[in-house]
């Protein structure tokens, strides 16, 4: 199947800096990929839908400015959490779909702690 | 909005047993159906699908059907084994667009 990669699978960081994590769709071109954040023994929640080329677009809720999405290629779209806090600490997970079918490969997800 | 719900979990289950994991949905139109299974430490995996009411989606034993009357879409297997144990997640997506929107996930805990 299609493969989608993330990096990098942990980070931890101290408040007030930036974090950047990357999804890559290995061998299919993803023009949309999804952003999702995991709370502990809780479901995915979507964070917002990254767009090759034009803005992001944000689920209710969730602050632009806090999480910078950037989808520079047809592979490569980045997840930046800035000026970062604990509450900040989860597990994101990015997904790329190839066909629009819906079948949706996610990546290995990113487990990011704020200390 | 389109909405999906899950039975709460965690459900526990002895080896061989039945399962039944419940989900139900809201959306407008005729949404796909998912199911994706997060095994301990990996991440997420589509287990099966079903497009169009009155679709069954299959794969390793566990089964699943699109049940437009009742707008459900249950998850079920015959019979459970200490290596199903994970977190079990409903997911639809209507419209044109790939965006799943998951249920809160159920998570199994089979013991042998």
């Known amino acids: 199947g299609a493969v989608v990669s993330q990096h990098p699978s942990r980070v931890i960081c101290k408040s007030g800096t930036s974090v950047k994590i990357e999804c890559r769709s290995l061998d299919f071109q993803a023009t949309t990929m999804f952003w999702y954040r995991q709370f502990p023994k809780q479901s995915l929640m979507l964070m917002a839908t990254?767009?090759?080329?034009?803005?992001?677009?944000?689920e209710q809720g969730v602050e632009k400015d806090k999480f910078l999405i950037n989808h520079a290629s047809l592979t490569l779209s980045t997840l930046t959490v800035t000026s970062a806090h604990p509450e900040d600490s989860s597990f994101y997970i990015c997904?790329?779909?190839?066909?629009?079918?819906?079948?949706?490969?996610f990546g290995q997800g990113t487990r990011l702690t704020v200390v | 909005g389109d909405s999906v719900t899950q039975m709460e979990g965690p459900v526990t289950l002895s080896e061989e047993a039945f399962l039944t994991i419940n989900c139900t949905y809201t959306a407008t139109g005729y949404p796909s159906l998912f199911w994706y299974v997060q095994y301990p430490g990996e991440g997420l995996q589509l287990l099966l699908k079903?497009?169009?009411?009155?679709d069954k989606g299959s794969n390793k034993g566990f089964e699943a059907t699109y049940r437009k009357e009742t707008t459900s879409f249950h998850l079920e297997k015959g019979s459970v084994q200490v290596s199903d144990s994970a977190v079990y997640f409903c997911a639809l997506i209507s419209g044109g667009y790939n965006k799943l929107i998951f249920g809160a996930g159920t998570r199994l805990a089979v013991h042998p």
């Open positions: 990254s767009n090759e080329g034009s803005k992001a677009t944000y």
């Open positions: 079903a497009t169009k009411a009155d």
């Open positions: 997904s790329a779909s190839p066909q629009g079918d819906g079948k949706a490969f």
